[in-house]
């Protein structure tokens, strides 16, 4: 069993930045891809970042490209989303997603683990 935990959430202004941090763990973790998904209310969840865990090649959505980063610690099985440049339109609750088959998919389904979620807030 894996079990994913987020964390690093907050309150922030527009412009502003936050470090979003998914701590993995397990004795079945072995991941392929690390994925980021966001849900704001009354909308479907949808992909936000991935990172393909071996080489490090990374994926994003167009709305945040150029804004957010993500990037791994293999030692720590923790993935991070660095979001700059934060606006309103980012606000949701935020979700970390492992996938254990190769592939980065932007697809939620297609991930196999899923943590609780952290809520990031961008105030105009």
């Known amino acids: 069993q894996v079990h994913v935990v987020e964390s690093g959430g907050g309150l922030v202004q527009t412009g502003g930045s936050l470090r979003l941090s998914c701590a993995a763990s397990?004795?079945?973790?072995?991941?392929?891809?690390m994925g980021w998904f966001r849900q704001a209310p009354g909308k479907e969840r949808e992909f936000v970042s991935a990172?393909?865990?071996?080489?490090?090649?990374?994926y994003y959505a167009d709305s945040v490209k150029g804004r957010f980063t993500i990037y791994k610690d293999t030692a720590k099985n923790t993935v991070y989303l660095q979001m700059n440049s934060l606006k309103p339109e980012d606000t949701a609750v935020y979700y970390c997603a492992v996938r254990t088959v190769y592939g980065l998919v932007v697809t939620n389904s297609q991930y196999d683990c899923w943590g609780q979620g952290t809520q990031v807030t961008v105030s105009s």
């Open positions: 397990g004795r079945t973790f072995n991941p392929y891809v």
């Open positions: 990172i393909d865990w071996r080489f490090s090649t990374t």
